[in-house]
């Protein structure tokens, strides 16, 4: 049988609870089948005190105090005289026959029932100790990183080597520079053969503004006053300074003369004079230098007509 106050086995018999005291559940239930035929309560209690006396002894844990403690006051119902007190736990007084206004008797409650009736404490779980591990420490630049990162660098490098050694072998100082460090001169200049050309046709081609210009001759020597020729010539040297000659003569309107250059049949540039006027006389030159050797072409034109061609070369 089990205890209905601390839930621990016992023994089936109307006797207290050896443990913490408590009338057994059999005493109730008989009670109340013979309630009001039994005897006197004094005596049926005082064999009930007898068997839990002698239960009570056997548990030194178990004490009882004959008086109630005292708190600083007194109780204002008092025990009638030649009434028995009750040995039963304070619980179960009132409800076994006790009746009520009369003083009960503290109990004290065994240290091992309280433990047993508080709540279990959650276990300590013990710390677990992980030794330390070594790990390979990561990378702070990817690999792939540093690789591309060399890689464009090298590549910008070829090709600003590769630029600047194009540079300095077309405008020639990479000949300079070597020439400087071996002491070597520089190659000389192959002459251009200058002397090889024909000379240049003896005519004159006419076009339609001839009757405008009618006059016009190369020379290397003229009168820069009258702008007359005085040597005329179609031959001359490289860098040698020479003149074309031309006279206008009564333009119908007003206009100017143009003179476009050809060297080797190629265009070379084009020499403007200044505003005539309708009917006017007038003689003009113009001056030419050519660097190298070349065959020359000279045409001028009266406004935007070709009046005649003039052949030359530079030797």
Request: charged residues 15%.
């Amino acid at each position: 049988m089990i205890c209905t106050y601390c839930n621990v086995n016992r023994v089936d018999n109307e006797a207290p609870c050896p443990n913490c005291g408590a009338p057994s559940p059999l005493l109730a239930a008989s009670r109340a089948n013979g309630w009001g035929t039994a005897g006197p309560v004094t005596a049926a209690w005082g064999d009930q005190a007898a068997s839990s006396n002698a239960a009570w002894n056997q548990i030194p844990q178990l004490s009882f105090e004959a008086q109630p403690p005292s708190y600083g006051f007194q109780s204002p119902i008092q025990q009638p005289q030649g009434q028995q007190q009750s040995l039963l736990p304070v619980p179960y007084q009132n409800g076994m026959g006790m009746q009520p206004g009369h003083s009960l008797p503290l109990q004290l409650v065994p240290a091992q029932t309280i433990e047993q009736l508080l709540p279990a404490l959650p276990e300590e779980t013990e710390s677990v100790y992980v030794p330390p591990m070594y790990t390979k420490p990561r990378a702070i630049i990817p690999r792939y990183r540093i690789i591309s990162g060399v890689l464009s660098i090298l590549i910008v490098s070829l090709i600003v080597c590769s630029g600047a050694g194009y540079y300095a072998q077309a405008s020639g100082k990479l000949d300079q520079v070597k020439n400087f460090f071996t002491s070597k001169p520089p190659a000389s200049l192959k002459a251009i053969p200058g002397a090889n050309l024909p000379d240049p046709p003896d005519r004159i081609d006419k076009g339609p503004a001839y009757g405008v210009i009618p006059s016009a001759s190369t020379a290397s020597v003229i009168d820069p006053q009258r702008n007359i020729t005085l040597r005329p010539e179609k031959a001359f040297k490289a860098g040698q300074m020479f003149y074309i000659t031309y006279s206008v003569q009564h333009p119908n309107t007003g206009g100017t003369v143009y003179i476009k250059l050809y060297t080797d049949n190629a265009y070379f540039t084009t020499l403007q004079s200044k505003q005539i006027k309708a009917g006017d006389t007038l003689s003009g030159s113009a001056t030419i230098v050519f660097p190298e050797p070349s065959e020359g072409k000279a045409e001028l034109y009266w406004n935007n007509q070709l009046a005649q061609t003039l052949y030359f070369v530079v030797r």
